[in-house]
């Protein structure tokens, strides 16, 4: 079985910064790909940002410049730094691993999401 965790969101006011952590345990055993999706009120859930085992990374257009994606491969964790955060970042932000689980399946999972909230 695989848990993600994520940590870090909250409140902040527009212009500010957060930073979440996200940490996989369990029994995964090579993470391949890691990402944070988001999923804003009455929209689909989208990529914010993914990384790959080599440390490639990609962007959603509207984070480009703004947030940052970086993995720690042997605590098993993804963060992502916001800054410059608008309004429109307000959502809940899932973290999501591919990987190889016992047996040699690859599978890929979610974490219960963290809510980020932009606001004045």
């Known amino acids: 079985q695989v848990q993600l965790v994520e940590s870090g969101g909250g409140l902040v006011q527009p212009g500010g910064s957060l930073r979440l952590s996200c940490a996989a345990s369990?029994?995964?055993?090579?993470?391949?790909?890691m990402g944070w999706y988001r999923q804003a009120p009455g929209k689909q859930r989208e990529l914010v940002a993914g990384?790959?085992?080599?440390?490639?990374?990609n962007y959603a257009d509207s984070v480009k410049g703004r947030f940052a994606i970086s993995r720690d491969n042997a605590k098993k964790m993804v963060y992502l730094q916001m800054n410059s955060l608008k309004p429109e970042d307000t959502a809940v932000y899932y973290c999501?691993?591919?990987?190889?689980?016992?047996?040699?399946?690859?599978?890929?999972?979610w974490g219960q999401g963290t809510q980020v909230t932009v606001s004045s």
């Open positions: 999501n691993v591919e990987g190889v689980i016992a047996g040699g399946v690859l599978g890929n999972y």
């Open positions: 369990g029994s995964i055993f090579s993470i391949y790909a």
């Open positions: 990384i790959t085992s080599g440390g490639s990374t």
